[in-house]
């Protein structure tokens, strides 16, 4: 029994990571809210910096985990999806309001998506609030699917679309890393019970 116990709770050692990716969101979220009407030009630089750090977290925490979680490919995927938009923005910082808002959103729906994916996940290996997740999850692809079909509605418009997506995303992402430290602290509990049984029951 013990064994399992450790595998799990080695599957959540890098929990941070969703915490980091969080916050790096929410920072993007607050600058977008505080300049509404920065050119798209600056918008699309400071972001491709962002998606890069979320991609590179990202495969850091799909290697690290890949002997212990099933789905490890779907993290490595995601990473490698974050580093090519993040170079993309970053190679052609003269992208037109249009290209950009159909691009991010694009991949704004991916997260979100993925976000989902990971609820039902949480709910499968039983921990707990993995409706609050969803709920991110399924908020964030809404409003990344506005941003996809009103390109053309005005910058202001937009630009708060996009910010409250990143938002959602952040809050997501920092929700599922503490759901994840309880969990691994949880594994670890049981793991030293079950080792105090196994001590007294060999003496």
Not at 49 to 61: E, K, N, Q, R
Not at 108 to 134: E, H, P, Q
């Amino acid at each position: 029994m013990s064994q399992p116990v450790s595998k799990f709770a080695r599957s959540i050692k890098n929990w941070w990571v969703f915490l980091i990716v969080g916050i790096v969101f929410i920072i993007g979220s607050i600058q977008m809210f505080r300049n509404p009407a920065e050119s798209f030009v600056g918008l699309a630089s400071f972001f491709s910096v962002l998606i890069l750090i979320s991609g590179v977290l990202t495969i850091f925490y799909a290697f690290a985990n890949k002997e212990d979680i099933e789905n490890w490919g779907l993290f490595l995927a995601g990473g490698v999806l974050d580093i090519l938009v993040g170079f993309i923005l970053l190679k052609y910082p003269g992208v037109t309001m249009v290209l950009f808002s159909v691009f991010v959103g694009f991949w704004l729906m991916f997260r979100g998506i993925f976000m989902v994916s990971g609820a039902f996940k949480m709910k499968k290996d039983g921990i707990d609030n993995w409706g609050w997740v969803l709920l991110f999850g399924i908020l964030t692809a809404i409003f990344a699917f506005f941003a996809i079909i009103n390109p053309l509605v005005g910058a202001s418009y937009l630009v708060f679309t996009l910010a409250f997506a990143f938002l959602l995303l952040g809050i997501g992402n920092i929700f599922l890393s503490l759901q994840l430290k309880k969990v691994k602290g949880r594994a670890a509990d049981i793991k030293e019970e079950v080792k105090t049984k196994v001590n007294k029951f060999r003496k």
